[in-house]
């Protein structure tokens, strides 16, 4: 048997919390998937000492002098390939947005999405243009992993990618993410949940406006909403909640440690967002039993599959409608039952395999 496949893997994203991101949960979700497939690969993370590893991944240390923020994350782009090159890698893989500013061979990318350059939220501005420069960064890579076919058809639409060099790997989920070992009583009362960082994209006023149609139908149902509120956007979203029809039914909760049991526990996940380039939230609520009800949009309905309700973009109305059907017993069971059958398709150790695959065709000839 010849020696394994070295690959340097760009882990900096793990730093300061991180992991709680989504690019963050890609990448730890994907280390340790790649970390089973020891003997056919070696990986060596780059990253500095203070961020936990799964078991089996090398750490390869990484010095940064920036202070932090844009500056960290250019420093981190521009030295990543070099580090890659010091540590022995066959091929240098970056999972974060932030491509490397030359253009290291083998050289492997990974496109989450495009929404920079398709939202018109003004707090984008700043990735807009940051985005407007990456066609050539990304056209530059050997290959070009996107996370789902939306994203692939973003990039190759509005940057030019390559096809040919354009493969598509879903995410996996993490293991945590089961329905509870034994049926409990619901809640009293019951409620819907959305699990996202706010931002006018994620249409939580859209779910206010779900809440508000569901009260009226008179249903007891409460709408949780878990993620963090970036402190600039926080006016924005009590000006939300203040303009909702039952602002008394919505529940802020912020950053949740058990975000397992909010999905166990809730009636249905609600995805009300206008683009995504994959949709952790609803693959994460499929995989603990919990209904999807979802607009019909970007990369949600390849992720959800015929697990979940998807409904049209905006629709209140049908939206709620599809959560006061799932107080129907048989109907929850019956989207219990998909929603699993779905979840247990998307395995990180399935992914890391196919990432695997991409490796080895870029230094292969």
């Known amino acids: 048997m010849g020696r394994p496949l070295v690959v340097a893997l760009d882990a900096a994203s793990l730093r300061g919390g991180g992991h709680r991101s989504g690019v963050g949960r890609y990448v730890l979700g994907l280390l340790g998937g790649l970390a089973t497939l020891s003997p056919d690969v070696s990986v060596r993370a780059l990253v500095s000492d203070d961020v936990p590893l799964p078991a089996g991944i090398e750490r390869r240390r990484i010095v940064r002098r ?3 923020g844009r500056p960290r994350m250019i420093e981190d782009a521009a030295r990543g390939p070099l580090e890659a090159w010091r540590v022995g890698a066959d091929v240098f893989h970056q999972p974060s947005p932030d491509p490397a500013p030359r253009r290291p ?3 492997v990318q990974t496109l989450h999405d495009l929404v920079p350059l398709t939202d018109p939220d003004p707090g984008l501005a700043a990735m807009r243009r940051r985005f407007a420069r990456y066609a050539r960064r990304y056209g530059g890579a050997d290959a070009v992993i996107a996370v789902s076919r939306h994203s692939a058809q973003e990039g190759i639409r509005l940057w030019g990618l390559d096809p ?3 493969h598509v790997i879903h995410h996996g989920i993490d293991p945590t993410f089961r329905p509870a070992p034994d049926p409990v009583p619901g809640p009293e009362p019951p409620y819907v949940v959305v699990v996202s960082e706010f931002s006018p994209r994620k249409g939580f006023g859209t779910a206010f406006a779900v809440i508000g149609a569901v009260a009226a139908a008179g249903m007891p149902h409460r709408l949780k909403v878990a993620g963090r509120v970036p402190p600039w956007r926080r006016p924005e979203l009590d000006a939300l ?3 909702a029809p039952r602002p008394d039914r919505v529940d802020l909760v912020g950053f949740v440690d058990d975000l397992v049991g909010l999905y166990q526990g809730a009636t249905a996940c609600l995805v009300t967002s206008r683009a995504e380039g994959f949709g952790f939230s609803a693959a994460e609520a499929m ?4 209904p999807v009800v979802a607009f019909d949009t970007s990369a949600v309905p390849e992720v959800v599959g015929g697990a979940g309700v998807l409904v049209p973009p905006g629709d209140v109305d049908a939206m709620a409608d599809a959560v006061c059907a799932l107080t129907e017993p048989a109907r929850a069971a019956e989207l219990r039952a998909r929603s699993l059958r779905r979840a247990a398709e998307l395995t990180w ?8 695959d991409v490796y080895r065709s870029v230094v292969e000839p």
């Open 66 to 68: 920036a202070p932090g």
């Open 105 to 107: 061979r083998p050289y």
């Open 241 to 243: 909640v203040a303009a």
């Open 287 to 290: 995989a603990c039993g919990t």
């Open 164 to 166: 040919a060099r354009v």
């Open 349 to 356: 150790a399935r992914s890391a395999s196919a990432h695997l």
